[in-house]
């Protein structure tokens, strides 16, 4: 593997770099993935707004996934990207943490990202459990019963469609009067008390000594992309989200080097990643082969 020149390696083995991987080894190029095995929805036992795949667990998906991807003929390598370079003549070396080298005409980024969560305690253990950030994913599944929102107006509002039963607890973050009017209007009970613990139950505690029972908490939580890799490689950022820069494609400004799903892209859900990754693969596709062409020509 260490002596492969791949015509693509994709870090990154959820949707978008599996459905890249598959669009390109049917393209007939050596397609390698790499991924460390950490998906970002890997916790929750079922996904939605897929569709034909709804309600599937992400493991499930992923793994036929990856049955889809070897079958046309691509690898995947369990295996954590330790470092990443790309060579003056235009190729790639990744490093990956057991210290082999890989070598790559071109690569995609699809390393997801982390959801960094309030630190309130007794809350990241019940993550993707009882505890969601994202209504379009899960609200449904909650719908009718009590729910308590942490963080994000927002996220409370949109609840309030699946539950006549929702309080808000801004915890820190502000609400004017206007919007405070708005959501009680809409009927979001609003408790300015912060929350300090999650307990069983879910009974949450309040810092007033007060307290709050629910079946389902919702938070805004921070997403922190696994751009490494991208920044290794000098990809630009873009000044106003902070995230690496793309174009529709999935592009960077680095001759080579795409991106896709959540490293660029934090609200993509599963289908918007996997079709992020096929968009990217197949101007990938074109890229390569106007390298070989070119390649041809001139010799």
């Not at 190029?29 to 795949?53: C, I, K, Q, S, W």
Request: aromatic share 4%.
């Amino acid at each position: 593997m260490e002596n492969t020149l791949w015509d693509a390696v994709i870090i990154g083995g959820g949707a978008a770099g599996l459905s890249a991987g598959v669009v390109l080894a049917r393209a007939r190029f050596a397609t390698l993935v790499v991924d460390a095995g950490e998906p970002r929805n890997g916790p929750a036992g079922h996904m939605h707004g897929y569709l034909t795949r709804d309600g599937m667990a992400p493991k499930e998906f992923l793994a036929t996934g990856r049955d889809e991807f070897t079958r046309y003929g691509g690898t995947v390598e369990r295996a954590a990207v330790a470092a990443a370079r790309r060579d003056p003549d235009g190729t790639f070396e990744i490093r990956l943490g057991d210290d082999r080298v890989l070598r790559a005409r071109s690569v995609l980024v699809a390393t997801g990202l982390t959801d960094e969560l309030p630190d309130i305690p007794g809350l990241a253990e019940r993550w993707a459990s009882e505890v969601h950030h994202c209504p379009h994913c899960h609200g449904y599944e909650v719908r009718g019963r009590a729910v308590v929102v942490i963080g994000s107006a927002h996220l409370a509002a949109l609840m309030r469609r699946h539950s006549p039963s929702v309080t808000f607890c801004p915890h820190g973050t502000e609400v004017g009067p206007a919007e405070r009017h708005r959501l009680t209007a809409y009927g979001v009970r609003v408790v300015d008390a912060r929350v300090t613990r999650v307990s069983d139950g879910l009974t949450l505690d309040l810092d007033d000594g007060g307290t709050l029972t629910c079946d389902a908490i919702f938070v805004q939580s921070r997403p922190v992309p696994h751009d490494a890799v991208l920044n290794a490689l000098g990809a630009r950022r873009d000044p106003g989200s902070g995230l690496v820069d793309v174009d529709r494609q999935g592009a960077t400004d680095v001759p080579g080097l795409w991106a896709a799903g959540n490293v660029v892209n934090p609200r993509a859900q599963v289908v918007a990643a996997a079709g992020a990754g096929g968009t990217a693969a197949i101007a990938m596709s074109s890229w390569l082969l106007e390298r070989e062409l070119a390649g041809g020509a001139a010799r």
